[in-house]
């Protein structure tokens, strides 16, 4: 939600509490929903990573777990 600063800010310029807890619901709610989405990224690359364990050469799954740690890394840092 909304941090601390960014509350006492918004409010100290006379924006009404409502708004600020809808605000503060919808990033929430945006969170969630990015987690979500995370989630179901991470768990599409396990269950590729295990596929490819057994039908692609060791070129290819390198290649793969490569690709997989570096969209690993991008969620993470989008997380922040």
Same mark, same amino acid.
């Given at each position: 939600? !909304? ?7 918004? =409010?100290?310029?006379?924006?009404? =509490? #409502?708004? =600020? %807890? ?5 990033? %929430? @709610?945006?969170?969630? #929903?990015?987690? #979500? ?11 590729? %990573? ?14 793969? !777990?490569? #690709?997989?740690?570096? =969209?690993? %890394?991008? !969620? @993470?840092?989008?997380?922040?």
């Amino acid at each position: 939600g !909304l941090n601390e600063k960014s509350y006492e800010e918004l =409010l100290s310029m006379g924006v009404p =509490l #409502a708004v =600020l %807890r809808v605000v503060d619901y919808q990033k %929430r @709610q945006q969170a969630q #929903a990015l987690n #979500a989405n995370n989630n179901q990224l991470s768990n599409f690359l396990t269950n590729k %990573r295990s596929v490819t364990s057994s039908t692609h050469t060791s070129s290819d799954k390198n290649s793969f !777990l490569n #690709a997989s740690k570096i =969209l690993q %890394r991008i !969620l @993470q840092e989008h997380q922040k």
